[in-house]
Nanobody, 119 residues
């Protein structure tokens, strides 16, 4: 069973960079032709797909977040990471990592981690 798990700080100050890591068990992030996504859900709002890193390391981002988002990976640890720069309180959300991405969707999800942006 593939199991992604998010980790990282639960509180980030405005203007700083939010950094999260997703550790995957039960499957390799380099297995063809899977991709791995970051998704977030602000309080009281819907899910927002942020970006994806494919099995070959290529990345694709949501146009609305592309200027502030970076996704990378550490294949030796079977992890992929999210960095979101210049955060504001509007970036407060539960952040999820998951296997898959647009247009086919995601099948295995982490439990999510709440990140609050506040001074």
């Amino acid at each position: 069973q593939v199991q992604p798990q998010e980790s990282g700080p639960g509180l980030v100050k405005p203007s700083q960079t939010l950094s999260l890591t997703c550790t995957v068990s039960g499957g390799s992030i380099t297995t063809s032709y899977y991709a791995w996504s970051w998704i977030r859900q602000p309080p009281g709002k819907g899910l927002e797909w942020m970006g994806v890193i494919a099995y070959d390391g290529s990345t694709y981002y949501s146009p609305s977040l592309e200027s502030r988002t970076s996704i990378s990976r550490d294949t030796s640890k079977n992890q992929f990471s999210l960095q979101l720069s210049s955060v504001t309180p509007e970036d407060t959300a539960v952040y999820y990592c998951a296997r898959g991405g647009p247009p086919d969707g995601m099948d295995y999800w982490g439990k999510g981690t709440l990140v609050t942006v506040s001074s």
